[in-house]
């Protein structure tokens, strides 16, 4: 029965996406950090669950639509403001090929472990990464944020 849902949700996420990406002036810092977030907490709600059927069905539904939004932003907007230096199609490439290996590796890995220690651990496997990407994202974003706001206070100077 969820399988039926995946389109929904599946757009539901590229249109928010969309949405983010208007709202923060076609930036992909902004949109990314805000999906990584709605991951998190998403992956730490499925654990709350339990086995509450309609409640994973909609943790996972974000889950699913915050992967689509995330793999939108990084195959497509991040790569184009790399067009200038001509160097777009090869992060496109890059970015496409890592969500593909991403994705197999992913279903591997949480199938192993659900083998050994059952769904619970996947639940927090899918948890725990969610919380170390948005840890790294938003770390480089307030890096990023405070080196443009110095190149800006040097450029007034």
């Known amino acids: 029965a969820f399988t039926t849902l995946i389109p929904l949700f599946s757009t539901i996420g590229l249109l928010f996406t969309a949405w983010l990406t208007h709202h923060y002036k076609d930036s992909c810092n902004g949109p990314m950090v805000c999906l990584l977030l709605l991951g998190l907490a998403a992956g730490w709600s499925m654990m709350a669950m339990g086995n509450r059927i309609l409640g994973l069905v909609i943790c996972l539904g974000l889950l699913l639509a915050v992967v689509y939004g995330v793999n939108t932003i990084l195959t497509t907007l991040l790569p184009l403001q790399f067009s200038k230096s001509g160097n777009s199609a090869l992060l496109s490439s890059i970015f496409n090929f890592l969500s ?58």
């Open 100 to 157: 593909y290996t991403g994705a197999a590796l992913g279903g591997m890995i949480s199938g192993a472990a659900c083998d050994v220690w059952g769904w619970h651990s996947v639940y927090i496997l899918w948890a725990g990464l969610a919380s170390l990407s948005a840890l790294i994202l938003i770390s480089y974003v307030l890096v990023e944020t405070l080196n443009a706001r110095r190149r800006v206070a040097a450029a007034v100077r």
